[in-house]
């Protein structure tokens, strides 16, 4: 039975359009995130919307309020997880928001990093095939296919919308 763990996961621009927010894991030793760069976000609870989601997970993890938020993605991630589990992720890109940023959380501190530059960050390896995807200027939003084993995609296919 496919049952993945729902998640939201958020790309916050600059004003500028040329930096993003990310969270570097450093912050808890059995994170199987540690030492990773990504997006803003987390699992869905019971009672809320993927937009709630990652609405309180973005203000959670950083102290700033999302104000415009596009859907670029959906990856279904099946072995994702640390005991194989499936999840099932929707990626946002916030283009505008408010607040206060808090630059430490309890995962991980915060940091601006240029989106060309991303590529030369520690991050999840399946993460290159499609991030670019994120900020790039078609409209379309991808829904793509990740399988994973051990910590390792073992392909990528997408279609956009």
Known sequence: MYTPILASLGFILSPDRQHTLLIHR??????????KYN??????????????????????????????LVLRRTVNWPGFGRGGEDWFGFIFRVDRFT?????QGEEGDL????????????????????????FDADPRIFHGCMPYRDGRP?????ARG
């Open 26 to 35: 450093n912050k808890r030793i059995a994170d199987p995130h540690l030492g």
């Open 39 to 68: 997006g803003l976000g987390g699992k869905m609870e019971q009672q809320e919307d993927i937009f709630s989601c990652l609405k309180r997970e973005v203000y959670e993890e950083s102290g700033l309020s999302c104000e415009e």
């Open 99 to 103: 607040g206060i940023l808090q630059p």
């Open 111 to 134: 940091h601006w990093h240029r989106i060309d530059e991303l590529s030369c960050l520690p991050m999840w390896e399946g993460d290159r095939y499609f991030l670019d995807m994120v």
């Open 154 to 158: 073992l392909s990528w296919s997408y």
